[in-house]
């Protein structure tokens, strides 16, 4: 939608001359030679109003040096631009945010905005532009057919609404027109202000249980581009006055790929199911039952009536890229008498293959802003990405190496509502002495850290290991988080990127044990090797049981065909300290349970994995919970070994003391999800 306006207040603070670095009586020292500021060219920001990234910052003074090591500032800041809607001007960053944009840009405008503006050290001045071009997208209304269904008990007179559920993302004016009876029996509906009304009254005692009556519409679907057409069906159902368990009609069936977002369906409601009592349905999502071999799927983020089906908890069980597979499932619904029907839904899978959220995570641009990463030096030289042969992912990694230095990267990404991911990295250290970096996922209020792993590394520890970071979404959370990676000196970090992954119960390969191994609700310690169970409240971590572990090594095996070559796996835990407040270094790894020295990991050499060496260190005090996770790609660092599926594995778990040998942990919920 075209709508031109203007923002004054915005022009205004964007001509308002912005200092940098120093202060009003700043000058430069004095010398009798001067060296202006550089800058690698003037600035460009492409964008569409379709990206996933709806908001952008341009740094003014970014690839800015000045030789001398002066300040350098930016002066008279300017445009002839008079449309700023979405532009917004901080310090030395101007900010670009389409959805402000997308009311006043059609398919085919483009948004140009130039600035122009000077850098100067104090004593020489060079001149920049940036050019901000934005592509519109005009987006048409959004909306499902209206399928409704009543029992003839809910009223004598029922109402529709023919607008409800349409969404305009350009927030334009919505226009029902040409709205047609397809079907309107005895004439009982009549249509007023976009409003139909129902006299269910006028042929109630003419219908019995089992009959429907179908009212239909349909109607076009305006925007000031779009024209879609829309139908609204309404049944008016009989009521039995025998009781009757709920009744099926349409069995659900949908066509999704592994990499689709999750979606959500009410099984209750037509054209799904009916209660000829005009009872309530409740459908019992617990009671699924996979049919004719389909996986044994939980489904368990269904709430209330909803299925909610993530196509990722599919993925593991199609072996290839585009085989295809038809799954179909049983379930209960129930009356609000207890009477209850079983029925089925199917879903037909498709695989495909996934794709990181992150662009830049291999660091193979010359720095690591070129990647999309914002670089900030905390303490010491600024570090940058850096060529090198042992990199692990290209020709570069990102790597400090001053001693005393930190840097903070920080890169913003996409998720989607009620979904899993987990950020997998490569790290190592490579100086004389301890290194390490953190990973923290935050939302964009930086304030609100969802996900959070600590890695240190023992002095000149060359061998890279993968690591990762899991972290979950709720519902109506599709947002953008931001990734924040927190390097010390002598660290290395590359193949940095976040993947999707199923949390389903179903998909834990750990839960297939009988013992009560994961979870300890069978009231022992089942396969684990060491530890007693508590059922301390203040100690259990969920449900009513929790293993009470001390420092020190605890196996769990896993039979032979739990894991397999060219597979990864993400190793999760609970955990929650009970005595003594520590950093809690720790080893989470894979094993052959006959000979525990033949692991994942291979041998201490460059581009081997050995956790022996490598700990996942946190700072916790005692009470505190918290999450401790592994990555581990079978093949990556080992490539000896060839037979995991015949072997006999054991998790290592190991939280060593460092000087606090009375350290006690509770631990919970222990996952094993192959993730690729």
């Known amino acids: 939608m075209n709508v031109f306006k203007t923002s004054k207040s915005l022009l205004a603070c964007a001509i308002m001359t912005t200092l940098v670095g120093c202060g009003d009586d700043y000058s430069p020292t004095e010398r009798t030679t001067n060296s202006a500021p550089t800058s690698n060219g003037d600035l460009t920001l492409n964008m569409n109003e379709t990206d996933l990234l709806k908001f952008e910052t341009v740094h003014l003074l970014d690839g800015v040096v000045d030789t001398d090591g002066d300040y350098v500032r930016v002066l008279n800041l300017r445009t002839d631009a008079t449309d700023l809607i979405g532009i917004g001007n901080e310090n ?36 920049r532009k940036l050019t901000i071009n934005v592509a519109g997208y005009d987006e048409a209304p959004v909306f499902d057919d209206i399928l409704l269904g009543y029992a003839e008990t809910d009223g004598d007179s029922i109402t529709v609404d023919l607008a409800q559920g349409i969404t305009d993302a350009d927030g334009e004016e919505i226009v029902l027109e040409a709205i047609s009876e ?27 249980g089992g009959d429907q009556v179908v009212f239909e519409y349909k109607y076009q679907v305006k925007d000031h581009n779009h024209s879609l057409e829309r139908t609204a069906r309404i049944n008016i159902n009989g009521v039995s006055t025998e009781p009757e368990a709920p009744t099926g009609l349409t069995a659900y069936s949908a066509d999704i790929s592994t990499t689709d977002s999750v979606m959500s369906v009410d099984l209750s409601v037509g054209p799904y199911a009916i209660d000829y009592n005009g009872d309530a349905i409740t459908v019992d999502y617990s009671t699924i039952t996979p049919t004719n071999g389909a996986p044994a799927i939980k489904f368990d983020k269904s709430y209330g009536n909803n299925l909610v089906v993530d196509p990722i908890d599919f993925a593991r069980h199609l072996a290839n890229v585009n085989d295809t597979a038809s799954y179909t499932y049983m379930y209960e619904m129930r009356d609000a008498g207890g009477l209850a029907s079983n029925h089925t839904f199917t879903l037909n899978v498709t695989k495909k293959a996934q794709t990181g959220l992150l662009t830049g995570g291999g660091f193979e641009s010359a720095s690591a802003a070129d990647d999309g990463w914002a670089v900030e030096s905390i303490e010491g030289v600024t570090a940058e990405s850096t060529l090198d042969a042992n990199a692990w992912e290209g020709d570069r990694h990102f790597a400090v190496t001053s001693t005393g230095s930190r840097v903070k990267l920080t890169k913003p990404f996409v998720v989607e509502s009620m979904s899993s991911y987990y950020v997998e990295n490569i790290g190592r250290n490579v100086g004389n002495e301890f290194g390490g970096y953190k990973v923290f996922v935050t939302k964009p209020d930086g304030d609100n850290v969802i996900t959070e792993a600590a890695y240190r590394y023992a002095n000149a520890q060359a061998a890279p290991e993968m690591n990762a970071a899991a972290f979950s979404t709720g519902m109506n959370d599709d947002a953008t988080r931001t990734l924040t990676l927190d390097l010390i000196h002598n660290s290395q970090i590359d193949a940095v990127n976040v993947y999707r992954y199923s949390s389903d119960a179903g998909n834990n390969l750990v839960a297939n044990l009988a013992d009560g191994s994961h979870d300890f609700e069978t009231g022992t310690i089942g396969g684990w090797s060491a530890g007693e169970i508590t059922t301390d409240p203040a100690e259990v971590i969920s449900g009513t049981s929790s293993l009470k572990v001390k420092t020190g090594l605890h196996t769990l095996t896993l039979p032979s065909g739990t894991v397999k070559n060219g597979k990864k796996y993400l190793i999760l835990l609970d955990i929650k300290v009970l005595a ?18 033949v692991t994942v990991d291979g041998a201490t050499a460059t581009r081997a994995q050995n956790y022996n060496r490598h700990v996942e260190e946190r700072h916790f005090a005692v009470g505190e919970q918290f999450k401790i996770q592994q990555i581990v790609d079978l093949d990556a660092f080992n490539t000896n070994v060839t037979d995991w599926a015949q072997r006999d594995v054991v998790i290592k778990y190991n939280p060593m003391h460092w ?18």
Do not use: C
């Open 92 to 127: 030395v960053n101007i900010t670009v945010n389409t959805e402000e944009m997308a009311p006043h840009l059609d398919s085919g405008q483009n948004k140009v905005v130039v600035y122009e503006y000077d850098l100067s050290d104090g004593i020489d001045t060079i001149s």
């Open 580 to 597: 003594t407040a520590t950093p809690i270094p720790t080893i989470l790894t894979l094993a052959d349970k006959a000979d525990t020295t």
């Open 182 to 208: 397809v079907a309107n029996p005895n004439n009982a509906a009549s249509v007023a202000n976009n409003v139909v009304t129902i006299n269910v009254g006028a042929f109630k005692d003419t219908i019995k």
């Open 659 to 676: 000087g606090n040998p009375n350290s006690r942990y509770a631990i919970d919920n222990v996952r094993v999800i192959e993730v690729e």
